[in-house]
């Protein structure tokens, strides 16, 4: 059996090809049942949770990663996110590989950011705020720039020495990226505003974002917590990465839909129907795109195959 570690890991996962095993994975004919979450209690500290998430391409690979989330793992310096994947052949069971859950989640998750973002940014989006300094930072920054000719990138974080360090290593990868602590302006400014925070409580306004603008939403991954207030949701063109997930769990849609700011309606497609042709996405050059992701099993699973053959050939 093929076990990879973090570094390894990275190393099967180059930013174009894993972004394209991720649409051809939603193209495809994926099977996803719902992903058992659960809430740990930690005493003293936020509760953690626990994510098991399965899928399977009938006859070819099945998978599941176990993955967990502890929020006040930043007190200890340790990584909020641990976990493994383990991909099995779909023809016998047979287990084949296990792979670096917390690497694989950090580079699915960013790579499906910049997939939508193929459909929803600007083609000509030059400028880039990333809101957060954790380990998913510096993987969006480097999707995005994939998928977009991006050339300034900025970073904020509640903590000022995490965001400077955050862009110190953008620049040692080769990009023009600051630290930035006028949230408000960075925002105002950014052709594409990313975030991938724990955040309870709104940090995006929508007032802030100018025409044109393209909001990624990756942190905020319960129904509880939220990166952007109603103002955003209101004035921009909504998308998803699943309904089932997005429309149970991730926050800035959950919310405004309970309190009837927003209808069902107001979700113009999940990220299938962007990459299937069935919904075109960004209509215009002046149009607000909000993307909200929570994370599907088939983003996994397509990484996991991605890293396997790719270590195997």
Not at 87 to 102: D, Q
Not at 233 to 248: E, H, N
Request: with cysteine; aromatic share 6%; net charge negative.
């Amino acid at each position: 059996m093929l076990v990879l570690n973090e570094e390894e890991t990275r190393r099967a996962l180059a930013w174009p090809a894993l972004i394209n095993a991720i649409e051809s994975m939603f193209r495809g004919s994926c099977v996803m049942p719902v992903r058992h979450h659960h809430g740990v209690e930690v005493p003293g500290e936020n509760d953690a949770t626990l994510l098991m998430m399965p899928a399977w391409v009938p006859g070819s690979y099945m998978g599941v990663k176990i993955l967990s989330v502890f929020p006040d793992n930043g007190l200890r310096s340790f990584p909020a996110i641990f976990g493994t994947y383990l991909l099995s052949s779909g023809k016998t069971g047979e287990m084949l590989a296990a792979i670096e859950g917390g690497e694989l989640t950090a580079r699915r998750t960013a790579a499906t950011s910049a997939l939508a973002a193929r459909y929803l940014a600007r083609h000509d989006a030059s400028s880039m705020l990333m809101v957060g300094t954790g380990r998913l930072s510096l993987n969006l920054i480097e999707a995005h720039a994939t998928t977009r000719p991006l050339t300034s990138f900025r970073i904020w974080g509640r903590n000022p020495v995490a965001a400077e360090r955050t862009a110190e290593d953008a620049r040692k990868l080769g990009f023009d990226a600051k630290a930035c602590t006028d949230l408000e302006g960075a925002a105002r400014s950014a052709d594409i505003i990313s975030c991938a925070t724990l955040s309870q409580d709104p940090l995006i306004k929508g007032e802030w974002l100018k025409a044109g603008a393209h909001l990624d939403l990756v942190g905020a991954f319960k129904p509880t917590m939220r990166e952007s207030d109603d103002m955003a949701v209101i004035r921009a063109s909504l998308f998803v990465d699943t309904f089932d997930g997005a429309l149970k769990e991730g926050g800035d849609i959950v919310q405004p839909l309970a309190a009837g700011v927003i209808g069902r309606n107001d979700i113009r497609a999940e990220l299938r129907e962007l990459v299937s042709g069935h919904h075109a996405g960004r209509a215009n050059d002046d149009e607000i795109t909000l993307f909200k992701s929570v994370g599907a099993a088939l983003e996994d699973l397509a990484g996991a195959i991605l890293a396997y053959e790719s270590v195997k050939t």
